[in-house]
């Protein structure tokens, strides 16, 4: 309480003392007021705006014809910002759509992948045509090599895939990454694109569960 | 020199700005007229974009296709229907063809009696020149390509492998060696006219192994 009325005191000091000498102030320098080696900034709004105002009419009524001879400079150098304004948005909407190219023309064949590894005989079962999760199984198991190797004969080398096989309560979820293929070309920090297609998956003969596969291919030196 | 310091004419300072003037003036053009160059140079690598994502578009399609329904576009010559020596295997070909003239880009382009088309078992290259100046735009396959006709891949196999790879003569090597063989073979560019049409079949080599006769696909690109 006390500290507070301190304050209030204060406060109320530094504002009579305020109105006192603004008026000395602004007469003298500001130098002359204070001590030395002190540095302060005071805003002297009432005496700032006249001029500019007086600059502005005296500007609009001069006749002496400054600025004329050098207007085609000026309207010249106006097109030239314009144009190189022009340029960069064109030179930055190209390097953008650059940046994006990856995901914008893989996404199609990640999709064709997906779409057929669901046809694909050997993850499915004999009769139903659901994915069977013991093919899975073996598919995604280290020893599976063989399995995997069918599966991904169909395919070029050009594209870095795996597939990931994931019921959608996600309870259950197989990855299948080709043997021939370095694990530095699936790090997490690649850029990738990935595509989905809905798959029915059958856990054993009495249940089947919906789900997804998914084809993520990774970006490589050549695409 | 006092009279040079006396001259109150100012045509030193009509001069320069006036050559400042033709100087912006001449980069400025300069800057438009290399623009609206590039425009062209690009409009030409985005045909040639086009044309190869198109064709390879054409290549995945049938490299997915399961079956001889799934034509993309049916051949009707009737030309490349029938294997001889596998005439078993034909309901699980898909074949089709792509001609670059029955696309409007590639008649409307300027480069349409100059385009080199390039093809092997990993990727097509389209070429060609404009102004003195070279554009390429390759895309790679998704599925497995070979450069040649069924009759050449069987002759082919059964030097290597003492079998043509169909249902009835299934090879029995593993597959990292059938694939490494299939990806030496391929590397070979084929160069195809842009005025013929391409056909596309998707021919499966049937391998036996201990766990029995397995199959897989690869698309056959041929004049």
Redo the contacts between chains.
């Keep these: 309480m006390r500290r507070e009325f301190l304050l209030l005191a204060v406060s109320l000091f530094i504002n009579d003392w305020l109105k006192v000498h603004l008026k000395s102030i602004l007469k003298n320098p500001i130098e002359k007021l204070l001590p030395k080696d002190w540095l302060v900034t005071v805003y002297l709004p009432c005496t700032a705006i006249k001029p500019v105002k007086q600059k502005c009419s005296v500007m609009f009524t001069d006749e002496r014809a400054i600025i004329e001879?050098?207007a085609?400079?000026l309207s010249?150098?106006l097109?030239?910002t314009g144009?190189m304004v022009f340029?960069a948005l064109?030179s930055q909407t190209y390097f953008g759509y650059e940046d994006r190219s990856f995901a914008l023309?893989n996404y199609?064949?990640a999709s064709?992948?997906a779409?057929?590894l669901a046809?694909n005989p050997i993850l499915k079962t004999g009769s139903s045509g659901l994915l069977s999760a013991t093919a899975l199984d073996s598919l995604s198991d280290p020893d599976g090599f063989?399995e995997r190797?069918?599966l991904f004969?169909?395919?070029?080398?050009?594209?870095r895939f795996l597939v990931e096989i994931r019921t959608e309560d996600a309870q259950c979820c197989w990855r299948i990454v080709p043997d021939n293929v370095e694990p530095e070309a699936f790090a997490d920090g690649k850029e990738k694109v990935a595509a989905s297609v809905p798959v029915v998956i059958e856990l054993n003969p009495a249940q089947s569960v919906p789900g997804f596969l998914t084809v993520v291919i990774y970006k490589t030196a050549?695409? | 020199m006092r009279n040079f310091a006396q001259d109150d004419s100012a045509w030193a300072d009509f001069l320069i700005s006036k050559a400042a003037l033709i100087l912006a003036s001449v980069i400025l053009f300069a800057g438009i007229f290399h623009l609206a160059a590039s425009f062209k140079e690009l409009e030409i690598q985005e045909q040639l974009d086009f044309l190869s994502r198109d064709f390879k578009t054409a290549v995945d399609m049938i490299g997915s296709s399961n079956s001889g329904s799934d034509n993309l576009r049916p051949d009707n010559s009737g030309s490349d229907n029938s294997d001889p020596g596998n005439p078993g295997s034909n309901n699980l070909q898909a074949d089709g063809y792509y001609c670059f003239e029955d696309e409007e880009i590639f008649r409307n382009s300027p480069f349409m009696e100059d385009l080199k088309i390039k093809v092997s078992g990993e990727y097509i290259c389209l070429e060609t020149k404009y102004r003195e100046r070279s554009f390429r735009a390759v895309k790679p396959f998704t599925f497995r390509v070979l450069p040649f006709n069924e009759s050449v891949l069987h002759e082919k196999l059964s030097t290597k492998f003492g079998a043509q790879g169909g249902e009835e003569t299934p090879l029995t090597a593993d597959y990292a060696e059938i694939e490494a063989f299939l990806q030496a073979v391929g590397t070979d560019e084929a160069v195809l006219d842009p005025n013929e049409k391409i056909s596309l079949k998707k021919e499966l080599i049937y391998v036996k192994d201990e766990e029995g006769i397995s199959a897989f696909g690869c698309v056959l690109v041929y004049q």
């Design positions: 001879p050098h085609d400079l010249i150098a097109a030239v144009f340029a064109i023309e199609e064949s064709l992948l779409e057929t046809d063989n190797e069918r004969a169909n395919f070029s080398g050009n594209y050549w695409m």
